[in-house]
């Protein structure tokens, strides 16, 4: 086969922030959308099949965290594909992965046998989708980024207001078998999403570039020297933190509903609720993050969203109605949309379009053991306490510990960089070029003295002109 070529994108290509990037950014809001929304959507399922199997809280909440930890712990096999394959192809076979790890699920006569279908299988297919599309849009988008982010980022409100009803809908008409039955057929669309992220095309190189471009072929397919950057590791400890609380209230509320008392399509309309919020949010805070005096701040709107997340959860936390459940989810979906808009656009930030394939790997591992324990430690808690009140007040801790440690860290931690990160390499090429341009001057004058000093010893000694082979006709 030859070398190994990584595919960080061709370095000569400017993003073009449009055109066919709005393909891409179509095809990044379907699969963000079955990502984010599909391990919450699936939690309208978990009562029919707690009374099927027998089983608790915590059990079913295996599902959706298996989900998450295999989208997030699955980050550095995706760099390394995206990195070997390219985006398109990965894709492809990540949608084949998702659906039929559905279609093999409704079949299933054990939680642990949803657990490695609808779980690690699926799991590992949106994973294969959604981290090459996010490397794709990074690579289509520049200047119009933060606002590609937060459109692309939509996809995960739009879905779960869609997903939720419709999970209710197909669970009450097919039961839990027949909706995943469904849904197995309906991921089968991330195969079409791949089919749109076409790389960019690099350009024509001259004989004179064939060399650096050989060395570039023999590039790691994973690249750690990420965390030589004190900004990445911060982020890093700070999403970690994030994560173990983030996605905890979406996956209790509908469940909190109907222990209120409330009609089972009720309470998933508070999904649907939180969720249309989130689809506005999202995009209002990517063009925010996109302003001039906003962007190169975007890492302290990161934090503030956080802590409005944190605070959020506490408050909901004394909810006694239904009426308090929708005013939550109403001020979470703002605070959920802002995160969500704005973290993988601080991390391209920080790391730049070249590591970016790598980093995002590094992140979401470093992320996946939190995603894991996150719920099921929440759904512990509740079998223990049988209250969703020390739930929701845990949440916000972590979630509000986080943005501490994010804000703190790059404040006292960070010193300011004179240029963006994506500029660095640019620059040192730019240094490199300039003394290989000084040292060819040097030479020059070095020859052009050479000659002068010859012409004017040869043609004359003691008076006399001097013949030589080149001389004489």
Not at 89 to 104: D, E, Q, R
Not at 291 to 307: G, T
Not at 316 to 344: E, K
Request: glycine residues 10%; neutral net charge.
């Amino acid at each position: 086969m030859g070398a190994v070529v990584a595919d960080d994108g061709p370095s000569g290509v400017k993003a073009p922030d449009g055109g066919w990037g709005w393909a891409v950014l179509f095809g990044c809001f379907i699969i963000t959308g079955f990502s984010y929304a599909f391990p919450k959507a699936v939690s309208v399922f978990f009562k029919e099949l707690i009374r099927e199997f027998g089983i608790g809280y915590s059990d079913t909440a295996w599902i959706s965290s298996i989900l998450l930890a295999m989208l997030y712990g699955t980050g550095p096999l995706c760099s390394v594909c995206v990195n070997r394959f390219g985006c398109r192809p990965v894709m492809l076979v990540g949608g084949l992965f998702a659906s039929v790890g559905m279609v093999i699920a409704s079949f299933c006569t054990s939680i642990v046998q949803i657990y490695l279908t609808a779980g690690v299988i699926t799991g590992l297919g949106l994973a294969l989708n959604f981290q090459p599309s996010l490397i794709m849009l990074n690579r289509y988008f520049d200047k119009r980024r933060p606002l590609a982010n937060g459109l692309s980022a939509a996809g995960s409100p739009v879905f779960l207001c869609a997903l939720s009803p419709l999970g209710q809908i197909l669970q009450h008409e097919y039961g839990w078998r027949g909706g995943f039955l469904i849904l197995g057929g309906m991921l089968l669309n991330c195969c079409v999403c791949g089919a749109l992220m076409r790389p960019l095309e690099p350009p024509k190189k001259s004989e004179a570039t064939k060399e650096p471009a050989e060395k570039k072929a023999k590039k790691k397919l994973l690249d750690f020297s990420v965390f030589k950057d004190g900004g990445f590791v911060i982020y890093t400890l700070a999403a970690s933190i994030m994560v173990l609380g983030l996605f905890v209230p979406p996956v209790f509320v509908v469940s909190y509903a109907k222990d209120l008392g409330c009609q089972d399509t009720k309470a998933a309309f508070l999904l649907t609720i939180l969720g249309f919020i989130d689809i506005f949010a999202r995009p209002i805070c990517g063009m925010v993050a996109g302003l001039k005096w906003v962007r190169p701040r975007c890492v302290y709107l990161f934090s503030f969203a956080m802590i409005f997340n944190g605070f959020t959860d506490l408050m909901g936390s004394m909810s006694v109605d239904y009426g308090g459940l929708v005013v939550f989810c109403i001020f979470f979906g703002i605070s959920y949309g802002m995160v969500g808009a704005l973290q993988f656009e601080v991390l391209m930030a920080i790391v730049g379009t070249q590591k970016f394939s790598s980093a995002i790997g590094l992140v979401l591992l470093a992320e996946a053991m939190a995603v894991l324990v996150g719920p099921p430690s929440a759904g512990k808690l509740l079998d223990a306490t049988e209250r969703y009140m020390f739930v929701f007040i845990i949440a916000g801790i972590e979630v509000t510990t986080s943005a501490l440690v994010l804000a703190l860290g790059n404040f006292f931690c960070i010193k300011k960089k004179s240029e963006p990160p994506h500029t660095k390499e640019e620059a040192a090429e730019r240094e490199e070029l300039n003394k290989s341009e000084d040292k060819t001057r040097e030479d020059a004058k070095v020859d052009s003295i050479e000659v002068e000093q010859f012409l004017k010893d040869e043609p004359e000694k003691n008076g006399e002109v001097v013949t030589n082979p080149e001389t004489c006709v």
